[in-house]
């Protein structure tokens, strides 16, 4: 069965504090593709990464980092320097074979000033 | 304006009412979704379609039916309301099976 687990309900750091957010996902298929999204408190979801199967290449995007590990079956994702406008309720999620999206269960990330 | 819109944005309504949340998109997008989130929950699949004339059931298609009435609109209706379904419903559209979802702001649906 298709699954992603975000087993961090909530993480509360300071501003500045680097942070990890964790991602493990369960599939049969060989070809899958993984995302992150944020869910700022305005409600709205935004896209954030879109990574595939075959590239395990990290990601940097200014602060934000990804950390795609098959071996693990796990995607996380890094904020360095966080700020208090990067707190938002983040999900990660997965496309099976029917392309349709296996979401996480979110992470609530608080940061304090 | 926003490529993904959603009517209306909150909704009260009673148990037994019928009512349609509507979505439109000016994304071009063949494939669009219904999403429900419950706290704690992440989003949940109700129905997708890949074009006008391809409609499938998600996860939780009980209680609820769907209408693509063109590339650019896609309504979800409850048949008749019930407190459960309390919760907050995204259209979302994508360019393809495995690209990024697009998603409006959401309904706020409250059944009493």
């Known amino acids: 069965a298709q699954k992603v687990t975000q087993a961090q309900t909530e993480i509360s750091v300071v501003e500045k504090e680097d942070v990890t957010l964790d991602c493990v996902y369960e599939t049969r298929d060989t070809t899958y593709y993984l995302f992150w999204y944020k869910q700022p408190p305005s409600g709205e979801l935004v896209f954030l990464i879109r990574r595939n199967s075959f590239d395990e290449q990290n990601e940097i995007s200014g602060r934000y980092s990804w950390n795609f590990q098959k071996s693990t079956s796990s995607f996380n994702f890094t904020i360095t320097a966080s700020q208090v406008v990067d707190s938002a309720v983040y999900f990660c999620?997965?496309?099976?074979?029917?392309?349709?999206?296996?979401w996480g269960a979110g992470t609530k990330l608080i940061i304090k000033p | 304006d926003a490529d993904v819109t959603q009517t209306p944005r909150n909704r009260i309504t009673k148990t037994g009412k019928r009512i349609m949340l509507e979505c439109s998109q000016t994304k071009g997008h063949d494939r669009m979704y219904w999403y429900r989130q419950d706290p704690g929950l992440g989003l949940r699949l109700i129905y997708y379609s890949f074009d006008v004339k391809d409609i499938n059931k998600g996860e939780i298609s009980d209680g609820y039916s769907v209408s693509r009435q063109a590339q650019a609109k896609f309504s979800l209706s409850l048949e008749s309301a019930i407190p459960n379904q309390t919760a907050l419903y995204f259209c979302?559209?994508?360019?393809?099976?495995?690209?990024?979802?697009?998603f409006g702001p959401g309904t706020r649906l409250t059944v009493t």
């Open positions: 979302a559209t994508s360019d393809g099976g495995d690209y990024e979802q697009y």
């Open positions: 999620a997965l496309v099976d074979s029917n392309y349709q999206l296996i």
